[in-house]
Structures are given as C-alpha cells and as structure tokens.
C-alpha cells in the first residue's frame, strides 16, 4: 500500500489527507516527528518537510502542492463534478491561488509558529529546541489570526465555496488549516459565523471524519472540535 508520511498537526498533511479520502485514495499513514531529522526520512525528502508520499513502486513526492497535482492529474480528471481543480484555466489559477494563501501565507503567519510553540516544543528533547512556549511568538501570531479570518469570512459570505461554485482544492487547503487553529482553540466562533457555516459543511463530509479522531500526545482539543453542530 503507499505510504504518507504526515503529522496530526502538519496542515499540509491534513491538506493531502483530505484529497486521498475525497478521492477515494487508501495510503497507510506513518507519523513522523520532522525535527528529529531522521536519516531514513531525509534520505525520502532532504528537505525534511511534510507530507512525504511513497507509491507501491518506492517513488516520492515530496510537499503537498506536489502531491495534490499529483493527485489531480492521476485521480482527479477521472472524476469530472467531483474534480477538486477545476477544468477552466482562470478557475483553477484561482484555486491554485487560494490554496497557496493557506498552505504558506497562513502558514508562516499563524500555524506553524502556533503549532511549533504550542505542539512541538512539547515533544522536542531540549537538543532539538524543546521548552516552553514563546509568549511573544504566541502573542504575534494570535493578532495575525483575525487578518486571515476577515478574508476567510468575506470569501465564505461572497461565494458558494472560497473559489467559486464548487467544492475545490482551496476548501480544503482552508479547512485544514482551520482544523489546526480549532483543535488548539484559538478561534473565537462567536466572531465568523460565516466561517463557523463553511467549516460546518467541511466538517460533516466524510472525508473530515479521521481529522475529527485525530488527538496529539500532551495537547487535548477543545471540547467541540469533534462536534459536527458547535
């Protein structure tokens, strides 16, 4: 079976994930902790990044823009209405835009400090710069949560799905980061009720359900972050 190398709290990896159960695509998912920089998983990807995946054959494909075209060019254009990137080129630039806004300007902005604070540290051994929580790192990236929730909300309140009238690659992209910042409570829903109705769709399809069983060594979730009505 292939393989995806992935941690529970990567939204890369929650990304890829989401296309694989949308798809239909059964991988054996191996949790890998990045910053041990393991000799076998770097042999896999020098970059020492996430998502890693291996095909029955010992290929990889390294990082999840690389995975999803993957996934789109191998699996996707078989699925016609169901496709995750759109047939028209100006429609899957916008998807392709919106993804990459979560993947890497969320990303940099607000999860990977927040989780690499509040999740890593808490399993890294001091070598590997394990310790307590940077407070001012915390304190930077929290105010940078509401610029990326205002857009979340006026894309969610101005179209059917982010990027147009069809469930695509960036309602995923979204919604795994979303599911990262909500398992650490660090969203107010009380303040994006057209946010809180878009994750509530994503939430409730089937391919969600193993993110909602996902649980972290040492950081319990909120107590609504399985809750499909919250």
């Not at 798809?23 to 020492?48: C, H, M, S, T, V």
């Not at 069809?166 to 919604?175: E, H, N, Q, T, V």
Request: aromatic share 12%.
């Amino acid at each position: 079976m292939p393989v995806l190398y992935h941690h529970p709290m990567s939204t890369a990896s929650r990304f890829v994930r989401l296309i694989f159960a949308e798809y239909g695509f059964q991988a054996e998912l191996i949790e890998e902790q990045p910053w041990e920089k393991r000799r076998d998983f770097i042999a896999l990807n020098p970059a020492g990044t996430l998502p890693v995946y291996l095909d029955d054959n010992m290929r990889t494909l390294c990082g999840a823009t690389i995975i999803s075209e993957f996934m789109d060019e191998t699996s996707g254009v078989l699925k016609r209405d169901r496709r995750l990137l759109a047939e028209d080129p100006f429609q899957r630039a916008e998807i392709r835009r919106l993804t990459e806004w979560f993947l890497f300007k969320a990303e940099q902005d607000v999860t990977r400090p927040l989780v690499r604070e509040r999740v890593y540290k808490l399993q890294m051994t001091p070598d590997h710069g394990g310790g307590a929580p940077d407070s001012k790192i915390l304190r930077t990236s929290r105010n940078n949560i509401r610029q990326h929730m205002r857009y979340l909300a006026w894309l969610a309140g101005s179209r059917t799905w982010l990027a147009g009238e069809r469930l695509s690659y960036a309602d995923l992209a979204g919604a795994a980061t979303i599911s990262v910042l909500d398992y650490l409570g660090e969203i107010d829903w009380n303040e994006w009720p057209q946010v809180k109705e878009w994750y509530q769709r994503l939430k409730s399809r089937p391919s969600f359900r193993p993110l909602l069983n996902d649980r972290v060594r040492g950081v319990t979730p909120v107590s609504h972050y399985a809750d499909l009505d919250f």
